[in-house]
């Protein structure tokens, strides 16, 4: 299994361009999640999905974020317009719905 | 009052000593409770899982759990060097899959 996948690694772009994080869960597994990560809010859940229905969206810090889940391979999230507050490392997680949390790799998004 | 709290450290203990490290929680009804490790620039990765008041062991690592005091610990015994990373205490509610984590704490084990 290749684990859950996100892209791009690295994201660098200008404060008020659109950004678009994605992430392909493992199959099988019918729960994903959103974390963001930074040194002085730690690990952030913005939104979680069972079976492609978002079920808690309470961490979504404001309108300018937005995450889809299409089908149960594919989810992405986007932030728009991007600011330099929103630079962060962004996780993706899923879980066959037992107790683990499997993690991507991660996006570290920089909003010049 | 964060969900789940945890001391940011950095926590430093010498090769061999045991580690340990604490995270309280705010929801008292929340179920499962699980601290995960994560390495400097990785991402994070399930080390221990617990869902019953008293200590679970898993060979060097031991979970307690006291949810009176809302309280979940960690220690690692004969720890090593690569035992340094960040710690995260994470929480799931009752209801729903919704898992939080704490800021974590970083720990040092020094050759």
């Known amino acids: 299994d290749a684990g859950v996948i996100q892209s791009p690694r690295h994201e660098v772009t200008e404060m008020g361009q659109e950004v678009t994080l994605r992430c392909k869960p493992i199959?099988?597994?019918?729960?994903l999640f959103w974390y963001r990560q930074t040194m002085m809010r730690g690990l952030e859940l913005l939104i979680y999905f069972n079976n492609n229905v978002p079920i808690d969206d309470s961490g979504m810090p404001e309108d300018r974020f937005s995450a889809k889940m299409p089908n149960a391979s594919f989810s992405t999230l986007k932030i728009q317009p991007s600011e330099p507050r929103d630079s962060a490392v962004y996780f993706c997680?899923?879980?066959?719905?037992?107790?683990?949390?499997?993690f991507g790799s991660g996006t570290q998004l920089s909003v010049l | 009052q964060k969900e789940v709290e945890q001391n940011s450290g950095p926590l430093s203990v010498p090769e061999g000593a045991i580690a340990s490290l604490n995270c309280t929680y705010s929801d008292r009804v929340s179920q499962s409770f699980f601290w995960y490790r994560q390495y400097s620039g990785k991402s994070p990765e399930l080390i221990m899982s617990?869902?019953?008041?008293g200590d679970k062991e898993d060979g060097r690592f031991t979970a307690q759990l006291n949810k009176a005091s809302q309280y979940v610990s960690l220690l690692i015994r004969d720890s090593q060097p690569s035992d340094s990373a960040t710690y995260l205490c994470a929480v799931r509610g009752s209801g729903g899959f919704k898992t939080i984590f704490g800021a974590g704490t970083r720990l040092f084990v020094k050759a």
């Open positions: 199959s099988g597994h019918d729960y």
């Open positions: 997680a899923s879980s066959p719905g037992v107790e683990k949390l499997f």
């Open positions: 617990i869902y019953s008041n």
